[in-house]
């Protein structure tokens, strides 16, 4: 984000957008034989308001630019896109390596990139996801992915 | 530890895979999918029977329920599911109706029924001081649009039950418009609030407003009184004219299932539908048992996939 | 009154009392775990109640319910995962709440108010239950379309990042209901092709990820360890003259829970935040509210558990239950031969009294478990965040699997995690996505119901007398909001419009 650009217009220009978009997508959907009100109609009315207000936005914050907090705190850290990196690995691999194996591996990573030693990543990782694996599939009858561990 | 459990399950599998006749089905926990919420009839029976199968099988089976869409996601769900015995679901009405109206392309095909295990026609209802079916059809004909009826979604079976008895009498359906609400509990409140003048729905779903005294049945679209409600006349009694539409459900699994595990299935849910505690609990709750086995369950199907389609024809509704 | 002793014999035995213990810890340790929701826990004890006979089949559904949706409220105080939609109109409070070292005091208040505004529900019922459950049948899709638009109002007017804020994280709400196959008519919408979309988007993997992935990815590897919790010898000590500072937001959450509850499939989700929103309105210090102050706390608890009691009257009464839970209560009413409806007050009245002793006894049940778990939340922050963030994170990802049990609710889970990551980087709150997410399926069916019943006539909204009273409350809040901002804008002070102030 540029200096002279505030976040919240850009953000504001991204809701215009976005409504515009789910307007558009809404045109498509007619009423159904016999319905007065169509699928489309409420759709239309939250793009169009989004879109609305998403403008609004971007006004506001332009005309409040100077208003802005300097020193905000940054947004992108490298923990943040950790998490969602391990998150998203554990979405991809969980369905082959089961519950306990992929838990474990993604409570160590989570261990580890919060700032904890390896010792305990090591300790708490079986241990935290065993128990929730058994308290899930034995006591509260969820079926976790067993895996090709099965 | 844990990864020596792996080590051996690893091993375990490796021995399963290499050998699978030798496994005696079932051998691990059964998921039963049911494609409607936590609470509804669907999920009761579906749970009641998922208990009494734990006890015959001896193995845990559990209920998931796979809501949304109108059912789709679950039934889809069910279809896609690897056909080892190990993955059943409950299979509702709806399934014969979503390749009609154009939503899904799910039909019976797609699965290989076990059983099915209830069957409850679609009766109409007023409000207690309400007309009775007679002065109900003569109001419809003398000033269209004016009656509003509800029950369901549009295009649901409760809806066909209701569009049936017009059509079957020479009334257009779009004489007494159908209002599409999110299911029978809000279609009745609607009724008793007066914002509507016609509920059609199953018997027990609507039984509690009944004894209350705020709704009364009229007719139910049967093809003969139902034993819970004796003093209800069929649709034919009352009119003259054939008209039944039952809402269904039954076990099914996905299709191409090996014919061994479908024995094993079929025994047992033969052995669970006859039981006791089965037709104990069906009647406590005033659901009607209709059982057929696996080739009786295809056969209805069969012929509810024809008549519902004729039926979404006429109303205009199938694509 | 020789029915009320008879239903007090029906419970006061040892068989009921264990059973009633036993379903309420259950209940508790289920909806302590984030992501495992009250539903759940129900659905989970149905197939041991088969087994019980009535009374204490029914009473274990019921004191398991009534504990989970209040347990529902820990991990909201420590980790900011809220419960229920409902307490997401509160859970910013509880866990600044916390923050500022007062953990206690929070889960104290959630516990005690709640309990308080129970017990109210259950002394209101017990006089009006029969024509409280007359009056809310005489709602019809007109009544519910106002009542829904009205809740909807309030959540985007009291969010704190001001109006346009509110209403653009509302409008996001109500899109992400959008999503799947049309309530209605099955119509897709937003879906292109995926079957996984059809079903629609839950609201609970979309609350964990907004709620608590994103507060771990924002605070990071800081500690809340760090945060001192003040030693307390008896957490509930400063609950009480905390409630009784705040006794007159006691009093009238109590009352609007109870009545706002009988409505079915209505009540439960929207009073606790129409409450809240009329607690800031008419609070001395409004800017105080989503910092951590306990008014807005105590009025919505005590909302929220009044109007869980109020629940079970349309239930009971007329069969409606207003969502799974009292519908999975009602089969197991139906299953034990006390069907709903007025035979059971008529014919059965002792079994009707029993059931709402069993709620009473539920509510003072939550004050011991719940001082209990006051008393040991301060273990929570003496974990090293490293191993707290590992194990939340679990939780959250088993707990929007378990949803579906599918991986797509982890994907929801993430989506929405880093949406909310961003939107409160810039200010715009969350509790009014999650109620957009609840509400707008309501605002949305009753509104096409009633333009059928109407012939398209807009002019069918004003026909019924309640209909036009809540219609025209909800625009006089709107025209009064719309002119205050105007006035703002053009007016003498522009300094209204920076993001953090209010309205």
Redesign the interface.
Known sequence: MSKSLP??SI?GVV?ALF?AA?VQ??TG?QP??????G?GL??TI??S??AV??A??AV?GW??RT?QPEN??K?L?W??AG??V???A??LV??YLG???S??L???L???I???NWL??LI???I???A?FYM?TSA?????P?G??? | MTFLKTIAGAVALTVLAAAPAFAQYPDRAINLIVPWGAGGGTDATGRIIATLLEKELGQPINVINRTGGGGIVGHTEISYAEPDGYTLGVITTELSMYHWTGVSPLSFADYEPLALFNADPEAVFVRADGPDIMELLAEVKANPGSIKASGANLGGMAHLGWAGVLVTNDIAPDAAPWVPSEGSAASLQLLASGAISVVATTLPDARPMVDAGEVKPLIVAATERVASAPDVPTAEEALGNKWSAYAWRGIAAPKSLPDDVKMVLTDALNKVVTSDEFVEFMKQRNFGIDYRDAAGFEAFMTDADASIGKALQAVGLAK | MEAFAEAAGLVFNFETLATIFLAAVFGMLVGAIPGLTATMATALLVPITFYMPPIPAIAAIISCTAMAITAGDLPGALLRIPGTPASAAYVEDSYRLAQKGKAGLAIGISVMSSSLGGLFGFLFLLFTAPILAKAALGFSSFEYFWLALLGLSCAALISSGGMIKGALALMIGLFIAQIGLDPLTATPRFTFGVVELMGGISFIPVMIGMFAVAEIMRSGRRAIADVPQIKLSNPFGGTLSTIWKYRKNQVRGSVIGALLGALPGVGGDLAAWITYALAKRTSKTPEKFGTGHPEGLVEAGATNNAALSAAWIPAMVFGIPGDAVTAIAVGVLVMKGMDPGPTLMTLNPQNFYAVMIVFAIANVLMLPLGWVAAKSARWIFEVPRALLNAAVLLFCIVGSYSINNSMFGVMLMLGAGLLAFVLESRMIAIAPIILGIVLGPLVETNFTTSMMIADGSMLGFFSRPIAAGLGFATMLIWGFTIVHALRGFFGENRSELVPKTEE
């Open positions: 976040f919240d953000l809701f409504g789910i997508q809404s959907l159904l034989a016999g319905m007065i009100v699928p409420f759709p939250v793009g308001a989004m207000f998403g609004v936005l506001q005309v409040t208003n905000a705190p947004l850290t923990f943040a998490v969602v391990a998150i998203i554990v979405i969980m369905p519950f306990l194996v838990g474990t993604f409570a160590a989570i261990v580890l919060s700032g904890g305990s990543a708490f990782s079986p935290a996801s065993t929730i899930f509260l009858r969820v079926p976790l067993h090709i561990f099965g």
